[in-house]
Every structure is written in structure tokens, then in C-alpha cells.
């Protein structure tokens, strides 16, 4: 680090192989003047050269081209008087053998680290890939079995989705947690919050409004709750499997951040219209209900409770909702940029 003591503007400064030439315009001890010179250094250099010029000083980097200690700055054995050290950065030869030293210590350290750790990402990442891969096979069969139901038997196939589609849907909702988990324990980096709540909230609507009811499961809301779920899933886990070996396919990238936009919004209105309908049943039934003391003699009905589960389900359609989008602005904001 060379720091010069003038105020300078217009400078001009490069390297030219052991040279260093410097010239520019401005105040200094003969007024507004032309200064220019030439500093011809111990030893090679880069020929990459930075500099800031302040109200006091021009700072100076060039750096060695070969590591070592020098024993002085330039040829000649008398610094010229328009230099001065930069004490922050100085360092005496057992200092700059001490640092070079510490330095390549954490480099090995470091290589050492990932040498270990090359099992556990190939680990990870085999599970990574089985697991969405499961995932996609599983709501691909839904998806495409409702379809082709849909168009072989009409109206009729929106009466017995439930009998057709549950018992993959209950082991693929089940799989599920694992998101909660790998994002909990930082397997992936992704947001705990809206991933629980969506595992939580379509395991409610799965599990307690259509599994623990009997009149559910022949009504047409479930088609469509079905539906819209897989709908999302045959884009989103082929992404997280092409993911896990960092390509990218930008038709599905683009489907995976962008489908969700219209598909998701419908998909909790078709929950709210299932639980909704599933309120006169819980309430007729008393099934969940909380009984309370026979002094009371009453309980609370499951179906009070829903009335509450209906407004939640809409904040976490705010939280979900605003948590895709920042993740949809981050990705195609990052790939402009890289194109840029």
C-alpha cells in the first residue's frame, strides 16, 4: 500500500512491469500544478493497480506478484519523501510469516472439513432426490388418474374421488411432514413457518373434515381440493429433483415459481368450502366435542372451533402467499441479473 500526500484530481496510475507510473493535476506545495513519477520496485509486481484518492492522501494498491518479504519498497535504499506507510496494514517479516502461515492452516483445515463432508452432501442429496422423486410419482398418479376419470366417466368421477384417490393421498400428505423436518434441521433452506402450515393445513383438511367423515367422502369439493393439490406438486418436486444436481430446466422453473399464483388461492377456497360444509355435520354429530362438567351441562362443539380454523386458514394464506412471492421476486431477480 503506497499512500501519497497530495490532493489531487485526474489521476493517472499503472504499472508498466516493475514501474509504477503516476501523474495527475491539483494542489499541492507549488500550487495547481502538474505531478508526475516513477517508482521502480524491488521486485516484479501485478500489473493491476487500484487507487482512492481522499482530501489528504492518494492511496496506492499493487500486489506482489510472487509471495515473500521484501526488504524495502522500491530500487533505490531511500524512500522517497512522498511516502508513507500504511501502519494498518503493516506487518514485520515474523508477523508476515506468522499470517501466511495461519492462512494456509485453515486452508487445509478447511479442505479437511470438506473432504468429510463430501459423504454426508452425497448422502443428503440421495435423499434429497428419492424423496421428491416419491413425491412426484405419487401426486402424478393422482393427478393423472382424476383426469382421465374426469373425461371417461364425467360428472359422475367428482362423486367418488375419495374412494378412488385417498389411500395415495393419505401417504403422500403423510410423507409430507419430512419438509417440516428437513427444513427444521436446515436439510433445506427454506422458511419452518409456511411449511408447516401448509403441511398441517392440508393434513386437517385430509385427515378431520374428509377422513373422520363419512358424509365427506362422496362430496364433489373433494375432487377439486384434490385436484388443485396435485396440480402444484407435478411441477414443484421435478424442480426440487432436478435441484438436487443444480440443473435447471427454465420452462419448469418458471412454472414452479408461477402456477402457484392462481392454483393456490383456489385450492384454500376449496378447503374453506369443505370445511364449511363439514361445520353442520361436526355440530349434528358432536363428534370432537369437548364435554365440559355436568354442573355446566353442555360442551363445546367442535364446530366453534372451525368457525376459528376458517380465519386462520386465510392469514395463512397471507403468510404463504407473501413468503412464494419474495421467493418468486428473489429467483427471476437474480436470474436478470446474471444475465445482465
Known sequence: MLIICFFLQNIDVHVHEKVLQ????????????????NLEFISPVKPEVTHRS?????????????????????????????????????????????????????????????????????????????????????????????????????????????????DVMFFCQILAAVEVLNAAFGVVRTGVIPTLIQVVGRNFILFIIFGSLEEMHNRPVVFF???????????????????????EWKTLTWLRYTIWIPL????????????????????????????????????????????????LMFLGLFINFRHLYKQRKRRFRTKKRKAN
Not at 503516476?22 to 513519477?37: I, P, Q, T
Not at 396440480?231 to 444436481?245: A, Q
Open 54 to 166: 481522499t482530501q489528504r492522501q492518494v492511496n496506492i494498491t499493487v500486489r506482489k506478484e510472487q509471495r515473500g518479504w521484501w526488504e524495502r519498497l522500491v530500487v533505490q535504499e531511500r524512500k522517497p519523501v512522498f511516502l508513507a506507510p500504511d501502519f494498518d496494514s503493516w506487518l514485520d517479516e515474523s508477523d508476515a510469516e506468522m499470517e501466511i502461515r495461519e492462512k494456509e492452516e485453515k486452508r487445509n483445515r478447511l479442505n479437511a472439513s470438506r473432504h468429510k463432508e463430501e459423504g454426508f452432501v452425497s448422502l443428503k442429496t440421495g435423499f434429497l432426490f428419492i424423496y421428491n422423486l416419491v413425491q412426484f410419482l405419487g401426486f402424478s398418479w393422482i393427478f393423472v388418474n382424476m383426469t382421465v376419470r374426469l373425461f371417461i366417466f364425467g360428472q359422475d368421477s367428482l362423486y367418488d374421488t375419495f374412494h378412488t384417490i385417498s
Open 22 to 37: 503516476f501523474r495527475a493535476r491539483g494542489h499541492g506545495a507549488k500550487g495547481l500544478n502538474e505531478y508526475e513519477f
Open 225 to 247: 381440493v384434490f385436484y388443485l393439490w396435485s396440480s402444484i406438486e407435478i411441477f414443484r418436486y421435478p424442480f426440487y429433483m432436478l435441484g438436487c444436481f443444480n440443473t
Open 264 to 311: 393456490y388461492p383456489l385450492g384454500v377456497i376449496a378447503e374453506a368450502v369443505a370445511v364449511i360444509q363439514s361445520i353442520p355435520i361436526f355440530h349434528e354429530t358432536k363428534l370432537f366435542s369437548i364435554p365440559l362438567p355436568k354442573a355446566i351441562g353442555t360442551s363445546i362443539g367442535f364446530s366453534y372451533f372451525l368457525h376459528i380454523y376458517l380465519v
